[in-house]
């Protein structure tokens, strides 16, 4: 039985999905966890007799056929160190997911931001068109997981720089490079290059008949084309250069251009998405769609189109809450860097109560100044560790207030607003201090706002 031991390290959504997959295949999963495996994962590995730890690593490991890491583990890690030694093999799930499937196409999505929005985009394009799509990676559904499934002709997958690290194999028929700015530098050891390597990964592992598409407008990704060396037909979009090829804008309309052939696509005064950073999503969205085995999708032109415009804001991505009393409430915690923050500030019109701060991952916040002079009146600090943040913004900012309590960050934000104010939740930060996600920092915001707004219906009425 020992000889078919499989090591999945993690037991979050990756790791689950890696163990029921195994499992599926006639392996002998053993999921082991540092820390406490969400209840919720507990009970599909009870229900599925997989046996599991908690709250530390034992020495199994050196029983297994093979290890499956979870992406939220460095390579640099110790015990990764240990079992590279003992010459155990590691796979990332991403690539062990990829092995148990034959024929499908792949589009895979990466970027520092507006991966969600770009992979949920062109999911919903395909769909329409009647593919067998299906959906998955740092989305929500991990790739193992999705693989249970009947086989899908097409997967579109949004894929991270820590899910980029681990595979050397993981090939993408199209991928997508949506941007690079600093983030998850602490993982990184403050090296950038680091970061800009592991993203590039999804375009060098690629072949000579695959696509590229890549936003032409990022210095940092030029750059990168300058320097690795990538097989694949590259495909630019802009939103500040008319191109030879590709897609740009021109006169507030989207064109794409193919062998000196301009088609005009939508015009963006109608789509419902505001912002650079969402132009540039669809942009990303509407290539995928003019290229590869989604050719026939041009001449079914409103597909692409109606899609577009029928789309509405994602959870935790610039989501209005709730206006109580002439104060509009955003949810944007999916904001976990500063590019990010600096995409939602620039779209605000109204003075801005600003509610950031979390885990710090080696952010430099600088580029955010001539936004937070212009438009945001007051900072509410949450975090456990704050520093750094306010001793950036102290001498910018007159009124910073710190806190932990989620709570406390919505009333002393509501104090402190006028009629017309907005109050943004766009954290900058990762989660992990105070919750487990982005999506659980989110979900509290939003249940505080209601909270607020009934107390106040109660008092005024």
Aim: proline share 2%; with cysteine; glycine share 6%.
């Amino acid at each position: 039985m020992e000889r078919k031991l499989i090591v999945v390290l993690g037991g979050g959504e990756s790791g689950i999905g890696a163990s029921l997959l195994a499992k599926k295949k006639g392996f002998t999963p053993f999921v082991s966890d540092s820390g406490i495996i969400q209840n919720k994962y507990k009970k599909i590995l009870i229900e599925n007799k997989i046996p599991f730890e908690e709250n530390g690593h034992t020495e199994i490991y050196k029983k297994a056929i093979k290890v499956i890491k979870s992406p939220g583990i460095s390579r640099k890690n110790s015990l990764i160190n240990k079992i590279n030694f003992l010459k155990i093999p590691i796979i990332s799930e991403l690539e062990f997911g990829k092995s148990y499937l034959k024929t499908s196409y792949i589009i895979g999505i990466t970027g520092s931001n507006g991966k969600t929005t770009t992979s949920f985009i062109v999911y919903k394009i395909l769909k329409k068109k009647g593919i067998f799509v299906g959906i998955a990676g740092n989305i929500g559904r991990s790739f193992s997981r999705e693989a249970l499934k009947k086989e899908k002709d097409v997967y579109v997958l949004e894929l991270s720089s820590f899910q980029l690290d681990d595979v050397f194999n993981f090939r993408s028929n199209i991928a997508v490079l949506l941007n690079i700015t600093r983030d998850h530098l602490n993982r990184y050891n403050n090296n950038i290059e680091d970061y800009i390597f592991s993203k590039f990964k999804i375009a060098t592992l690629q072949k000579k008949e695959d696509f590229l598409i890549y936003n032409y407008d990022d210095p940092l990704i030029r750059e990168g084309l300058k320097k690795y060396k990538i097989q694949s037909r590259c495909i630019p979009f802009s939103i500040k250069k008319e191109l030879r090829l590709g897609t740009y804008l021109k006169w507030n309309k989207i064109f794409f251009r193919k062998e000196n052939e301009e088609k005009y696509i939508l015009n963006v005064k109608k789509v419902p998405l505001i912002g650079d950073h969402n132009l540039y999503n669809i942009m990303a969205s509407i290539t995928i769609s003019e290229m590869g085995l989604l050719k026939d999708i041009q001449k079914k032109k409103s597909i692409i189109s109606t899609t577009i415009l029928r789309l509405t804001t994602l959870e935790h991505r610039m989501e209005k809450v709730l206006n109580i009393n002439g104060v509009q409430f955003i949810n944007d915690s999916k904001a976990t860097n500063v590019n990010a923050v600096f995409y939602a500030l620039k779209s605000m019109i109204s003075p801005v109560i600003w509610i950031a701060g979390g885990k710090d991952k080696g952010n430099d916040y600088s580029e955010l100044v001539p936004l937070v002079k212009e438009k945001v009146k007051a900072i509410i600090c949450l975090g456990k560790q704050n520093d750094k943040f306010v001793n950036f913004f102290r001498d910018i900012i007159d009124i910073i207030v710190e806190t932990e309590s989620i709570k406390k960050a919505v009333r002393m934000a509501y104090i402190l607003s006028l009629h017309g104010d907005n109050i943004l939740l766009s954290p900058a930060c990762s989660s992990f201090d105070l919750f487990q996600d982005y999506k659980e920092r989110g979900n509290k915001f939003k249940q505080e706002v209601r909270n607020l707004f009934y107390e106040k219906k109660r008092y005024f009425f």
